[in-house]
């Protein structure tokens, strides 16, 4: 769990794209009995939900509220989701009494400051910045590469190839297609359409599955493989 205060906003936004980008489980919500997330944000100084997506935001949250179109629409969803001081009780709740928690302090209120369970410790100068803005981008930047770091040690990619990457949007199901021609050896895309399609078929395994065990790319490669489509 990533604790942190007036970085929030930039370490959401990073913990939460690792969902797609390397086949992880999403935060968990109060509402879902889907598998926790392997990491999870916790605001410090936030007594409850709604104070933790203020100080998030630096606003009161605005939903769109159409609950008849999606129930995630609405506030009640919204309030689901617990990054206030409550976060590490919960998430042992959800978690197997066997499994560790371990707390990932960031603080850049002077340089860039972070910490792992009161053990491992990093402290980089920051130079003297006079927009937040150039804060969050060097803050981004540490961990663009401390999460490429993690997900290196779990073998979520394999070279510069995203492999593991969640394909539920248009533009990630045609990386993945490409990424599947290209690990076969089909580099002008021939079989790019057969790629599409094992590709389809291998999500909506996953998806019956629920299971962040496998790589949407890596299972359509075997599909191709034995139906002898190779790319």
Request: proline share 4%; charged share 25%; aromatic share 12%.
């Amino acid at each position: 769990t990533y604790r942190v205060g007036s970085g929030g906003i930039t370490v959401f936004t990073d913990t939460t794209e690792r969902a797609p980008t390397f086949s992880l489980f999403p935060f968990e919500h109060a509402f879902s009995h889907r598998p926790p997330s392997l990491c999870y944000v916790q605001i410090k100084g936030a007594t409850d939900t709604l104070s933790a997506w203020r100080a998030l935001l630096k606003r009161e949250p605005r939903v769109l509220n159409w609950p008849e179109v999606s129930q995630q629409t609405t506030l009640e969803y919204l309030k689901g989701f617990h990054f206030g001081s409550q976060v590490l009780l919960q998430r042992e709740k959800r978690w197997s009494p066997k499994v560790q928690q371990h707390l990932f302090d960031i603080d850049i209120s002077s340089g860039f400051h972070w910490s792992l369970d009161d053990k491992a410790k990093l402290s980089v100068q920051r130079p003297e910045l006079k927009k937040s803005l150039y804060t969050h981008l060097m803050l981004k930047m540490w961990l663009n590469i401390h999460s490429t770091l993690v997900m290196g040690r779990l073998g979520r990619y394999t070279n510069n190839i995203m492999t593991w990457v969640y394909p539920t949007n248009g533009k990630l199901i045609d990386r993945a297609a490409r990424y599947v021609c290209w690990l076969l050896g089909d580099f002008q895309q021939t079989h790019y359409e057969e790629a599409v399609r094992a590709v389809f078929k291998s999500l909506q395994e996953k998806e019956r599955q629920l299971s962040d065990k496998e790589s949407v790319v890596l299972k359509a490669i075997e599909h191709l493989n034995a139906t002898g489509k190779r790319c």
